[in-house]
């Protein structure tokens, strides 16, 4: 069965560094995966996705996601964060032959001014 | 676009009483997901339509859940009776269907708080 894992609850990091969220997954066949963004009190919005090609995918609002084959992982990056990235974030991967979504149980980030 | 519609955004009700939440998708999209967001357990499909019809229900807790979807525009999420545990974020969202591939896209969900 497909499932992703975000180790982290949280991640702190401090405005103007780079950030990194990291997520790693388990599928048979091709893996489609995707990243959301949930802003308090709100709902999820999509960031980003990695179907097949270039394993940098480049998102919204400056998120990009590098696609690991030989490490199982895709781990969401930002060069450099802003206290308004800070918000939490939920890797998710398609079920095959479905058009379920799958998330993990999402890492919140924190940016320190 | 107008993206996913839900209402209400915010409800209160009181133990054993019915619920009904709202959807509806954006236009064009032929797949739609209900999911549940509580702290203790993430986010959840409940249930999720091809093309009006319910593909997979298997996330749907009990019997006292029931979903429909009458027509491509419009889909409701029925909790009766409801209790306590309920409580939690509801979220619908859309996708074209057919195809790994596609992106869903989500509401901004209803709060439901049973007490």
Not at chain 2, 74 to 90: C, G, H, M, N
Request: proline share 6%; glycine share 8%; with cysteine.
């Amino acid at each position: 069965a497909q499932s992703v894992a975000q180790p982290e609850d949280q991640v702190n990091v401090a405005e103007g560094n780079p950030l990194t969220v990291k997520c790693t997954y388990s599928v048979s066949g091709n893996p489609y995966l995707f990243w959301y963004v949930q802003y308090p009190n709100r709902g999820l919005q999509f960031l980003l996705k990695y179907i097949t090609g270039d394993n940098l995918v480049k998102g919204s609002y400056g998120f990009e996601a590098e696609f690991n084959k030989s490490q199982t992982s895709f781990h969401l990056k930002k060069p450099s964060a802003l206290v308004s990235d800070s918000a939490l974030y939920f890797c998710a991967v398609r079920e095959s032959g479905t058009d379920k979504l799958i998330f993990g149980t999402g890492t919140r980030l924190q940016v320190f001014p | 676009d107008a993206g996913v519609i839900q209402s209400p955004r915010h409800e209160v009700t009181e133990m054993g009483q019915e619920v009904t939440l709202r959807c509806k998708p954006i236009s064009g999209h032929n797949s739609l997901f209900w999911y549940r967001q509580t702290m203790m357990r993430g986010l959840e499909l409940l249930i999720y339509f091809n093309n009006n019809v319910p593909i997979d229900d298997s996330g749907m807790p009990e019997d006292r859940f029931s979903a429909k979807m009458p027509n491509a525009s419009f889909s409701t999420l029925k909790i009766q009776p409801s209790e306590p545990r309920d409580s939690a974020v509801y979220f619908c969202a859309s996708s074209f269907p057919g195809t790994e591939r596609n992106t869903i896209y989500f509401g901004e969900g209803s709060w439901l708080t049973v007490v």
